[in-house]
């Protein structure tokens, strides 16, 4: 299977606004034996950086780069059957992920969710623009074992650090990981932000988590 | 856009003060023109037309966050040179990025992202505030309002797209829960069924044996201990098959069997109750009698249970009329009562496993709501549907297809 090919098509399919086409070449790479991380880390990720590329050159409209969000995010809601039921039977805990910050860059952190849960977790994704008490409710409510919070921009670094800090106070044996493009660009914010692990990318958040489930939590 | 390697990031990012004195020098491809000075103005190197220009850029820059695109000239060691700036506010100060053209500016946003620089992100922050400025300028909206509706939609997406995350999460949740229950279920029954079918045998053997013997009230008791653990094996035989079909364990042991003697042989047995309440139970056939490959044990269980319905819940000197029909590629049955009818919101849940419709049968009769749940099955096992129509007060009408191919 040529990734490559299939990313390029993707995207294609994506700026042509057909969902379609998106949905059929998608369905055909995981009949081909494809997985999911595979069509995330590979696939899904780095078209969206590329849409996103686009519209900040000013070679697609906003309303593009929305549609391609949509399509996207439909794209990937139509495997949540497969996902669920395809599951790891093992229960390795509870994890509540967030994102703090504009909703237009919350698909990286919807795609973690789904991979850490393909690994056995219960993951409530709360998706962005959640105030940071609604976010603390669900953590009391919820009880789980692990938090992510995840942000694209520096400008919400006030929101995160008061987030981590308040779980904390609740509970300090909590852990939190932090991750997301805002840690990325700017290397003093999770010194900044506070946290127990700073996740790069898909493979070092799911390291994590598998570390946290070893521990017979 | 030409994508020329060469034209690559030619020219400068500076941090500046408001005030315009340089405070860092963070990229300068152009420092043999411009050799600054961290001590210097930039107003200095603006000749008096660009100085004019520059303090509007400024105060496009501190009124709205961002600004790009101004031309300004700038003068350096040989010659002037007109370049394109862009500017945004870092805290206190002014980040300057000034290059040939827009482009340019852009190939410093690329080659800064590639590097993790945070000075990326403030050109990507000067690029969207500055368009989407501009497609607010050029569609003619009012401040703001295509971006926040685009942001609205997408708000509403991502949070649909949550409901339906939990959403088949639980769906999936609850199917398995099912499946564990049919289970549990399975054996919960499995073991009820041999003290109750010692019940019967004993009690069938005391009527045998010692009925004589007995006053006529004692009679009536053993008589009901039988009737009712007769009752009970039924609906356990019942739960077991349900359990055993949601299991997917249905086995149909299909050969070629004629239809009309399947549908005589249940007409003749609900025939004593029928004539007890006075009920015409007819029967037609429609053409010649269809043969088809079935399992003739679970059909007659289908075709017992509809006729057995309808003859339960049918008041007394009505009609019932089953009949046959078929064509090229399907055989269809029809029961047709003239009972109390089915409301449009039980159609839906009568072949559900445990629900019965509010209907009361005419003499009190007990059911327990699985039958049709299993005729259902059973004929989907078979490649075929059932439905019903019916009206309250007038009668309900169950029709049944088979399909004849037997492959």
Redesign the interface.
């Known amino acids: 299977m040529d990734i490559e090919k299939l990313k390029e098509d993707y995207i294609s399919g994506l700026l042509q606004g057909d969902r379609h086409r998106c949905r059929l070449l998608v369905k055909k790479a995981l009949q081909e034996k494809m997985t999911l991380q595979e069509l995330y880390e590979q696939v899904f990720a780095p078209a969206m950086v590329e849409i996103g590329r686009l519209w900040e050159m000013n070679e697609i409209s906003i309303a593009q780069e929305h549609l391609a969000t949509a399509i996207t995010q439909s794209v990937i809601s139509s495997f949540y059957e497969y996902l669920f039921s395809h599951k790891n039977k093992e229960y390795k805990g509870k994890m509540i992920l967030t994102c703090v910050g504009d909703e237009l860059h919350e698909l990286g952190p919807r795609m973690l969710a789904d991979l850490i849960e393909m690994e056995g977790w219960d993951v409530k994704y709360l998706g962005a623009n959640i105030p940071v008490d609604a976010v603390f409710e669900m953590v009391v409510q919820e009880k789980p074992d692990l938090i992510g919070i995840s942000a694209t921009i520096e400008g919400n670094k006030e929101d995160i650090k008061k987030l981590v800090k308040r779980i904390k106070e609740y509970d300090p044996g909590i852990p939190v990981m932090v991750g997301g493009l805002a840690f990325i660009i700017s290397p003093d914010l999770y010194e900044y932000t506070g946290g127990d692990f700073l996740g790069k990318n898909f493979v070092e958040a799911l390291e994590f988590a598998r570390k946290l489930a070893g521990k017979g939590m | 856009?030409e994508m020329d390697s060469k034209t690559k990031s030619r020219g400068f990012i500076i941090r500046c003060t408001r005030q315009g004195v340089i405070k860092d020098i963070i990229r300068n491809e152009l420092k043999q023109e411009f050799p600054f000075d961290p001590e210097e103005n930039i107003h200095y190197y603006l000749d008096h037309q660009s100085l004019i220009e520059y303090k509007r850029f400024f105060t496009e820059v501190t009124e709205s966050g961002a600004g790009l695109g101004w031309q300004l000239n700038l003068k350096g060691n040989a010659e002037t040179r007109a370049l394109t700036f862009a500017g945004v506010l870092e805290d206190e100060d002014l980040l300057v990025v000034a290059a040939e053209n827009v482009d340019q500016i852009?190939d410093y946003?690329?080659e800064l992202?590639k590097k993790?620089?945070?000075y990326?992100?403030k050109i990507?922050d000067i690029?969207?505030r500055s368009?989407?400025r501009n497609?607010i300028r050029n569609t003619g909206l009012p401040k703001n309002a295509?971006?926040e509706t685009?942001?609205s939609?997408?708000?509403l997406?991502?949070?649909l797209?949550?409901v339906?995350?939990?959403l088949?999460?639980k769906n999936?949740?609850l199917e398995r829960i099912d499946e564990q229950k049919n289970e549990y279920l399975g054996m919960a029954v499995h073991d009820l069924r041999n003290p109750i079918g010692t019940i019967m045998g004993y009690s069938e053997i005391l009527k045998a044996e010692i009925e004589d013997n007995l006053n006529d009230e004692q009679k009536e008791m053993l008589g009901l201990i039988y009737s009712s653990s007769e009752y009970m094996l039924k609906i356990i035989d019942d739960f077991l098959d349900v359990s055993k079909i949601q299991l997917g364990n249905l086995k149909l042991d299909r050969i070629l069997v004629n239809i009309e003697e399947l549908v005589k042989q249940n007409i003749s047995i609900n025939l004593i109750v029928a004539q007890q309440k006075e009920i015409n139970l007819n029967y037609t056939l429609k053409g010649e009698a269809p043969i088809v490959m079935i399992d003739p044990g679970k059909m007659n269980q289908v075709l017992n249970n509809l006729i057995g319905n309808a003859v339960k819940f049918s008041p007394s000197q009505s009609s019932i009329a089953v009949r046959i029909s078929s064509d090229h590629e399907k055989v269809m049955i029809e029961v047709v009562d003239q009972g109390l009818g089915i409301s449009m919101e039980d159609k839906d849940k009568i072949f559900n496993p445990y629900q019965q419709a509010e209907t009361k049968s005419t003499k009190g009769e007990k059911g327990e709501g699985l039958g049709l749940a299993i005729v259902k099955k059973i004929i989907k096992g078979h490649g075929g549907d059932i439905k019903v129509e019916s009206e309250i007060g007038k009668g309900s009408r169950f029709f049944v297809w088979l399909p004849k191919d037997l492959t």
């Open positions: 856009m852009l946003y690329e992202i993790n620089s945070p990326a992100n990507r690029i969207q368009f989407t497609l295509e971006i685009y942001h939609i997408n708000t997406n991502n949070e797209t949550n339906q995350r939990e088949t999460k999936i949740q």
